[in-house]
Structures are given as C-alpha cells and as structure tokens.
C-alpha cells in the first residue's frame, strides 16, 4: 500500500509563492513501485469540482500544466526521496484550494484522476487578495 504525505500549503498574499511536497511510501498493490509510476498534483476548491493541476512521467522528463497555471507552477519529482514538489509562483486568489498528489497507474500521466490509484490527504492553500 502506497502512503503519501502532503505538505507546504499555508496562507499566502496574491504574487507570493509556495512549494508543496508530497512524501510516498509504501508499494502499490500491483507491486509497482513509486520511481516508476506517474505522480499528479489536483485541486479541489469549495464547491467546485477536484482538478488537474499538474503531472509528471516516472522519468520526470515529461510533464504537463493545467492552462491555469502554465507559466506560474512547475512540477518536479527527486525519486532518490520518493518525493514530487509543486512550486507555485505569482499566486493568485483563484488559486485557493486543497491540493492533493496522487500516484498513477502508468509511467505516464494524465490529467483524469481516475488513472491515479492513491492520494494523499491534501494540504489547504489559500491566497488572499
């Protein structure tokens, strides 16, 4: 069972930055293992429905951005850690959620989070105006 550990949201003003960490442990039950697996990052915000936020390749040679934060996040991954990060710049208030990591069922990701078997608990993010 993979087990992972969301941390680094916080309270931030509009323009400010903050980086989340997402710790695995554990194997999947398919035996795949963490470095070899697809990681995401989604968002929730109330009321609204969970959403894509960024992924990663296994490699970390791939990744891909939700048009929402294209320019402003970037995902990167240390597998030597078993860690993925989210760096998130030029906050914005919209950017209010809880975000959540999750690991893929590939070594490629998607931006559905049915592809993503195991999620962290979340850590809540807010921007204030």
């Known amino acids: 069972q993979v087990q992972l550990v969301e941390s680094g949201g916080g309270l931030v003003q509009a323009g400010g930055s903050l980086r989340l960490s997402c710790a695995a442990s554990?194997?999947?039950?398919?035996?795949?293992?963490?470095?070899?697996?697809?990681m995401g990052w989604f968002r929730q915000a109330p009321g609204k429905e969970r959403e894509f936020v960024a992924g990663?390749?296994?490699?970390?040679?791939?990744?891909g951005y939700a048009d929402s934060v294209k320019g402003r996040f970037t995902i990167s991954r240390d597998n030597a850690k078993n860690t993925v990060y989210l760096q998130m710049n030029s906050l914005k208030p919209e950017d209010t959620a809880v975000y959540y990591c999750?690991?893929?069922?590939?070594?490629?990701?998607?931006?559905?989070?049915?592809?993503?078997?195991?999620w962290g608990q979340g850590t809540q993010v807010t921007v204030s105006s």
């Open positions: 554990g194997r999947a039950a398919s035996g795949r293992a963490y470095s070899n697996s697809a």
């Open positions: 999750a690991v893929g069922r590939s070594s490629w990701f998607t931006s559905d989070g049915a592809t993503y078997d195991y």
């Open positions: 990663i390749s296994w490699s970390g040679g791939g990744t």
